[in-house]
């Protein structure tokens, strides 16, 4: 057994926000709950140009989600029937896009573990707001050897693009904090 300093569970020092391991772990679960809302109740099937953009909460939490919302579905596909006529992976892959953290999530794993929700996994920076394009210039080259081209952009673009044209895109995502 290895032994080190004890963990001290607390705020550290960040530019942005102070934010410890736990935090980290459990940062999805208002979205997931909200986005579980949405989908099985129905929301998604009455208004399908609605698009939901969960930014800034990470990806890693999103396939398992996507598979336990199916399961599920499975089960209670009597009970659904009159608010979802589809999977819930459908209305995922269609209505839904997360940005995973693209410093240190394992994006090409997502890619690889859920294709069918390929679509869903969209690049975002924190670029923008802090008016240092350089530092996404550096990093764009890095980022389309695990992102399909298409989604990465070549030059960072305006902040805030609308997310109210994805919906119709046929090839995923389009806009975040960069546009293609």
Request: with cysteine.
């Amino acid at each position: 057994m290895v032994e080190g300093p004890p963990f001290a569970p607390g705020k550290v020092v960040s530019h942005e926000l102070g934010i410890e391991p736990y935090s980290f772990v459990t940062l999805n679960y208002s979205t997931s709950n909200f986005l579980l809302c949405l989908t099985l109740g129905g929301v998604f099937e009455r208004f399908p140009g609605l698009v939901f953009g969960a930014i800034k909460v990470g990806a890693s939490w999103f396939g398992p989600f996507v598979e336990s919302l199916d399961m599920w579905a499975d089960v209670y596909a009597a009970r659904l029937e009159p608010f979802i006529s589809s999977r819930p992976s459908e209305y995922m892959r269609r209505n839904v896009r997360v940005t995973p953290f693209n410093n240190f999530e394992p994006v090409s794993e997502h890619l690889t573990r859920y294709p069918h929700l390929q679509d869903c996994y969209a690049f975002s920076t924190d670029s923008g707001f802090r008016s240092d394009d350089g530092a996404i210039r550096r990093t764009l080259p890095a980022l389309r050897c695990i992102w399909p081209a298409r989604r990465v952009p070549t030059t960072p673009v305006t902040n805030c693009s609308s997310m109210a044209d994805i919906g119709g895109s046929d090839n995923g995502f389009q806009h975040n904090h960069l546009c293609h």
